[in-house]
């Protein structure tokens, strides 16, 4: 009997579609069976629907993520700047005193252009305190323009420029007959040996040393370490000079070494240094340069010699303000 009933269930169920649940007539069909079916087939038709809608809805998705841009990325600008300033306790150039063996205050800034990644141009002014000389005509104050192109190729770092020396104060006298403006070029290389050993060599050339009329050249060799924020360094050079015009005397200049070494430690935007200098130019030649400091029919200059000189310094740049 049950067999029976159940037969014509098997077959109809067979012949059901999508759209229709309701068994052919005459047939006996459980009403459980029945709704069962529909239950089923419902939910497989409310699971396409979903799954259709999923797959509209991503495909939206995705299409909208194709036509969303990413945002541009930001702008470096190829400009950089740096000021800076600071106090010595006696301003020394290559051994020689500029400020009569007493401090100086200065101040500089630098403004640079990047090319690329290796090539840097820059223009740089200085200002400092000075009395290049023991008498009232003296400058009172060295103001410097200087200008170059730097050039970096992995560890090696080259920097050919020219540098201006002018003092606006000037006021002509026996002792000065004429402005001590001068110039000269200089090409100044550096290898870095390892992150914390770097060295260099320098090369400077005028063709009127002090506006004397005499041709000059300068070499040295630097060598600095630093580890952390301190750093030791030095440098050794050659100052060479040749004879003055007639107007200074036609004076021969003695050539003389010059060195330094020191340590410094920097922290943030400020930097400490002490350092020992010292010439091989004795008080006589010195005073050729510098003129006698020890009365006018003296002979002998306290400008050059043996000198410990501390400076504190600060360099503020245009990314410490970024």
């Known amino acids: 009997m049950h067999i029976g009933l159940y037969c014509p269930v098997i077959r109809q169920i067979a012949k059901l579609s999508a759209l229709s649940f309701e068994p052919e007539p005459n047939n006996f069909v459980s009403p459980f069976l029945v709704n069962k079916v529909k239950l089923n087939m419902s939910s497989k038709i409310l699971l396409s629907a979903v799954a259709a809608l999923a797959a509209v809805t991503s495909a939206s998705a995705a299409d909208l993520g194709k036509g969303k841009k990413a945002p541009p990325a930001p702008v470096v600008s190829p400009w950089e700047w740096t000021v800076g300033g600071g106090l010595t306790t006696n301003y020394l150039f290559r051994g020689i005193s500029q400020s009569d063996g007493k401090p100086s205050v200065n101040a500089n800034a630098e403004l640079r252009y990047n090319f690329n990644d290796t090539y840097v141009g820059y223009l740089g002014t200085a200002g400092s305190s000075v009395k290049i000389a023991r008498f009232v005509e003296s400058p009172s104050l060295e103001w410097d323009a200087m200008g170059g192109l730097r050039a970096t190729y992995g560890a090696f770092g080259i920097d050919v420029g020219a540098a201006g020396y002018?003092?606006?104060?000037?006021?002509?006298?026996?002792?000065?007959?004429?402005?001590?403006?001068?110039?000269?070029?200089?090409?100044?290389?550096?290898?870095?040996?390892?992150?914390?050993?770097?060295?260099?060599?320098?090369?400077?050339?005028?063709?009127?040393?002090?506006?004397?009329?005499?041709?000059?050249?300068?070499?040295?060799?630097?060598?600095?370490?630093?580890?952390?924020?301190?750093?030791?360094?030095?440098?050794?050079?050659?100052?060479?000079?040749?004879?003055?015009?007639?107007?200074?005397?036609s004076t021969n200049y003695a050539d003389y070494t010059y060195w330094n070494v020191g340590a410094g430690y920097t922290y943030k935007?400020?930097?400490?240094?002490?350092?020992?200098?010292?010439?091989?130019?004795?008080?006589?030649?010195?005073?050729?340069?510098?003129?006698?400091?020890?009365?006018?029919?003296?002979?002998?200059?306290?400008?050059?010699?043996?000198?410990?000189?501390?400076?504190?310094?600060?360099?503020?740049?245009?990314?410490?303000?970024?």
């Open 269 to 322: 935007i400020a930097t400490v240094d002490l350092r020992y200098h010292s010439t091989s130019l004795n008080k006589t030649k010195c005073s050729d340069i510098t003129g006698p400091t020890n009365g006018a029919s003296g002979t002998q200059s306290s400008y050059c010699g043996n000198a410990v000189v501390g400076t504190l310094s600060f360099a503020l740049t245009s990314k410490d303000v970024k």
């Open 166 to 249: 002018i003092y606006p104060s000037f006021t002509k006298s026996t002792l000065l007959p004429t402005s001590t403006t001068w110039w000269e070029g200089y090409i100044k290389t550096t290898y870095a040996v390892t992150d914390a050993l770097t060295v260099g060599v320098n090369g400077f050339a005028t063709p009127s040393y002090i506006h004397t009329g005499a041709k000059a050249q300068y070499v040295a060799g630097t060598v600095a370490y630093k580890f952390g924020d301190f750093a030791v360094s030095g440098e050794l050079g050659r100052q060479f000079l040749g004879k003055a015009d007639v107007t200074h005397g």
